[in-house]
């Protein structure tokens, strides 16, 4: 009988294990991914009040549908803003229509003259190609904030609300994307260069050069720190339910590939599997007997697929988490 008492018990510890290691001074970046509607943003929002209470700490949402605001219970914009309620938390939501508009007010010059020495395009052309969208241009500069201000040691830590799966791949494979983009113009840039230099004999180095430079750059930069684990960690997030696990799986098999490692992962809006261990699962209605054998059909199916991942399950809340006091509350359940 003590045998069953204490697997009974290692059970129950083993179902809540808490989130690690995000506290290391190494660790700047972190951010929780995964399909829409499985609690990201509650997640991260949660994390940033737990890391404030030792850090100083900004929450960053990439998600065009912004509900940060909403579980913050404050409004955001695009400036970073002080969390009321909450030291050394600050907030912002990041408008990607915003970054490309200040991209391209920053750098119109040098990518005309680009176009204009690399090209047979008249003015009237390359005006209206300046105002065609960039690929991933709008995204990549919205991280570049965060790299920015990673550089700037403004925060501790940077804790990002990424868009569902495939807006945050997107996101995460940009530089690949904005990498090439840079490789065509350069490719441009050099035939200019061999033109100047067959008939002038000599090259002088431009703005366009600089431009090229300094993207290059950034996104050496954004590759550095998302591969890095020591200072960036993505944490997926998932429900106990078949479509949520499959897009998961697809979600670390495409962090993989770009050679970004998840150590851990969130089981989200699970009915208490404690009430089956300590006895009291007699007292439910059988609606919820089921659909707690269901999902703990689904969490043995997470932990066999992705058994190399620390698990930490989250009870489903009786109240949507919305609001400082409902994230605090939240937090400790994912922290102990």
Same mark, same amino acid.
Request: charged share 25%; proline share 6%.
């Given at each position: 009988m003590g045998n069953v008492g204490y697997h009974t018990r290692n059970r129950v510890e083993e179902e809540w294990m808490a989130l690690t290691g995000l506290k290391e001074d190494a660790l700047k970046l972190?951010?929780?991914g995964g399909k829409g509607g499985v609690g990201k943003t509650t997640c991260a929002s949660s994390t940033g009040c737990f890391l404030s209470k030792d850090f100083k700490t900004l929450l960053f949402s990439?998600?065009?549908?912004?509900?940060?605001s909403d579980s913050l219970g404050q409004k955001l914009s695009d400036e970073i803003k002080e969390v009321r309620g909450v030291k050394n938390l600050s907030a912002l939501e990041v408008s990607a229509e915003i970054a490309l508009f200040k991209f391209k007010a920053e750098y119109e010059n040098e990518i005309k003259k680009i176009l204009d020495t690399s090209t047979y395009l008249d003015q009237e052309d390359i005006d209206s190609i300046f105002t065609l969208p960039i690929?991933?241009?709008? *995204?990549?500069?919205?991280?570049k904030t965060i790299v920015d201000l990673i550089e700037k040691?403004?925060?501790d830590k940077y804790i990002v609300d990424t868009a569902p799966t495939g807006h945050a791949l997107r996101l995460l494979t940009l530089p690949d994307l904005l990498d090439d983009w840079i490789k065509v113009m350069a490719k441009m840039r050099w035939k200019y260069r061999y033109m100047v230099e067959t008939f002038a004999g000599k090259y002088k180095p431009d703005e366009g050069d600089d431009f090229l430079l300094a993207m290059k750059k950034t996104v050496k930069k954004v590759e550095n720190l998302l591969r890095d684990p020591n200072r960036c *960690?993505?944490?997926?997030?998932?429900i106990p339910e078949d479509m949520a696990i499959l897009e998961t799986e697809r979600l670390l098999k495409s962090l993989s590939t770009y050679g970004i490692k998840v150590k851990q992962l969130i089981i989200n809006n699970v009915l208490s599997l404690k009430r089956r261990f300590l006895g009291q699962e007699s007292r439910d209605c059988e609606f919820c007997? *089921?659909?707690r054998k269901e999902q703990e059909k689904y969490i043995n199916q997470i932990r066999r697929k992705f058994s190399n991942l620390k698990t930490t399950i989250i009870p489903l809340q009786p109240k949507e988490v919305k609001g400082i006091e409902a994230l605090n509350?939240?937090?400790?359940?994912l922290f102990q």
């Open positions: 972190i951010l929780f990439t998600d065009p549908a912004h509900s940060l690929p991933g241009i709008d *995204e990549i500069m919205g991280f040691a403004k925060f *960690e993505f944490i997926a997030v998932t007997r *089921e659909r509350n939240f937090k400790n359940f």
